[in-house]
C-alpha cells in the first residue's frame, strides 16, 4: 500500500514501534538518525515519516515538520511519543508499545489521504487552468465536536475555538444529533461523564464504519480497554495544550474532506464549489431560471430562502453552506454567493413548507462558535414563486424581505 519507502528516524537505534510495521508488512522501512533525516527525506522522497521523538527537543520536530509539509504530494508525519504538543501536521501517537495496532492504523488511514491527494493534483495536471484547492491551512477550515459538562468545558471551547469551528454537545445524545447532521473533522470529549459512559460511546462510535478513522481525544482518565479507532488519544492537562495535541488529526481530517470535495468538483466538470459543495453561482443561475421557467409552465410550487451571514466572518458562510449541502433534499439546490449569503431553491415547495425547512437548517447552524467570536447564526428570509414572477422578480422580492429583516 505505501508504494514507497517510510522513513524511520531516531537517535537510539530502530525503534521497538517498527516491529509493528515490519508484522504488517509495511516496507520498504529506511532508518535514519536525526542528523540524517533531512538528507534522507529530500533523497529518498518518503512516503511517510515516523520520527521516535521522545526527548527530542520541540525546535527540532518542528524544523523536519516544516520541511516534510512543503512536500508534495502529502507525506504524513507521526510523531511517536512526543515530548510535548506536537507541530500542527505532525500526527502524535502517545505510548506507542501498548498500541502498536492503532500505529499501523493511522499510518494506513494517513496514507489513504496521501493517495486521494495524489488523485487530485494528477486530476488537475489535466485541466491546469483550475486551481479548486484552498491554499489556507487546513485547520482553519476544520468543525470539532466538542462534548462536556465539566469544569474544562469553557476552556477547552476557547483552546480549540481559537484553533478551528467548535460545535458544542452538552449531552451525548446532542453529539449524536450533531454526528448525524454535520461534517465533523474530530471529536474533543471533555469532562463530566462517567467511565462507562465514555467506554459506551466509544463502542458505539468504534462499531460504526463512518467513525473508525475521525480523530477523537478523550481529556480524562485511562482507556481500560482498546477500541478500534485508528485515531483515539487520550491526553491530559491544561486545555491549550489538549487543543494543540488534538489539532494535528483533526487538521489532517479537514484536508481529506477538502480533497473530497475538489475530487466530486472535477467529477461535476467545474458545476460545484469545492468548498461547500453547492453549485457555482454561474450554474446556480441557470439552473434557477430553468426551475422557475418550469414551475410556471407545469405547475406545482417554487420557493427561495436566503441565508445571510455576516460579511466579516467567512468562516460562518462556509460553515453554513456545507450544513446545506448535507442536508438539503435531492430535489433543492443553492449556491453561496459574494455578498456572504446563501441561497437555497426548494423545489414542489409552498411557503409554509419552506420556512419549516429553513428553520431546522438554521437551528443547526446556531451551535458553532470560533473562540471567543460569535456563533455563525444567520438572517433567514423565503420567498415563494408567485404566477406573475420572473427569476429576477422574485430574488429582488426575497433580497427587498432580507433588507427589512435586517432593519
Avoid: C
Wanted: hydrophobic fraction near 45%.
Amino acid at each position: 500500500m505505501s508504494q514507497g519507502p517510510i522513513l524511520i528516524v531516531s537517535n537510539a537505534g530502530r525503534p521497538m514501534f517498527a516491529r509493528a510495521l515490519d508484522e504488517a508488512r509495511l516496507f520498504p522501512l529506511i532508518d535514519a538518525s536525526f542528523t540524517e533525516a533531512t538528507d534522507a527525506v529530500r533523497t529518498m522522497q518518503p512516503v511517510a515519516v515516523l520520527v521516535a521523538a521522545t526527548g527530542l527537543p520541540q525546535t527540532d520536530l518542528a524544523a523536519l515538520a516544516r520541511q516534510v509539509e512543503a512536500r508534495k504530494p502529502y507525506v504524513p508525519l507521526l510523531a511517536i511519543d512526543p515530548s510535548g504538543p506536537p507541530p500542527p501536521n505532525a500526527l502524535p501517537l502517545w505510548h506507542s508499545v501498548a498500541n502498536s495496532d492503532r500505529l499501523v492504523a493511522r499510518l494506513r488511514t494517513a496514507l489513504r489521504v496521501r493517495a486521494l491527494h495524489t488523485t487530485v493534483l494528477r486530476r488537475l495536471a489535466n485541466d491546469a487552468a483550475r486551481n479548486i484547492l484552498p491554499e489556507t491551512d487546513p485547520a482553519s477550515d476544520a468543525t470539532a465536536l466538542l462534548i462536556g459538562r465539566g469544569g474544562n468545558y469553557p476552556a477547552l471551547s476557547v483552546a480549540l475555538g481559537e484553533r478551528m469551528g467548535v460545535v458544542g454537545a452538552l449531552s451525548i445524545e446532542a453529539a449524536a444529533n450533531h454526528l448525524n447532521n454535520r461534517d465533523i473533522d474530530g471529536i474533543v470529549l471533555g469532562e463530566g461523564f462517567t467511565p462507562r459512559v465514555v467506554d459506551a460511546f466509544l463502542t458505539v462510535m468504534s462499531e460504526d464504519a463512518r467513525f473508525r478513522t475521525l480523530p477523537v481525544t478523550v481529556t480524562s482518565g485511562r482507556q481500560a480497554r482498546s477500541y478500534e479507532l485508528s485515531n483515539l488519544e487520550t491526553i491530559s492537562g491544561n486545555p491549550a495544550d489538549i487543543a494543540a495535541s488534538a489539532l494535528p488529526l483533526i487538521r489532517q481530517r479537514a484536508f481529506e474532506a477538502q480533497l473530497s470535495r475538489a475530487l466530486q468538483a472535477l467529477d461535476a466538470g467545474g458545476l460545484l464549489d469545492p468548498q461547500t459543495g453547492l453549485l457555482t453561482s454561474t450554474a446556480f443561475a441557470r439552473d434557477f431560471s430553468k426551475a422557475v421557467e418550469q414551475t410556471l409552465s407545469e405547475g406545482g410550487g417554487l420557493s427561495v430562502a436566503r441565508f445571510a451571514f455576516d460579511r466579516g466572518h467567512q468562516r460562518a458562510q462556509l460553515d453554513g453552506a456545507r450544513i446545506i449541502s448535507r442536508l438539503k433534499r435531492r430535489t433543492d439546490f443553492g449556491a453561496a454567493h459574494h455578498d456572504g449569503s446563501v441561497l437555497v431553491v426548494f423545489g414542489d415547495t409552498d411557503l409554509r413548507d419552506a420556512h419549516a425547512i429553513a428553520r431546522r437548517l438554521s437551528s443547526v447552524m446556531r451551535h458553532t462558535s470560533h473562540g471567543r467570536r460569535a456563533r455563525s447564526d444567520a438572517v433567514v428570509t423565503v420567498a415563494t414563486l408567485l404566477p406573475t414572477d420572473t427569476p429576477k422578480s422574485l430574488l429582488a422580492r426575497l433580497y427587498a424581505d432580507s433588507q427589512r429583516a435586517v432593519g
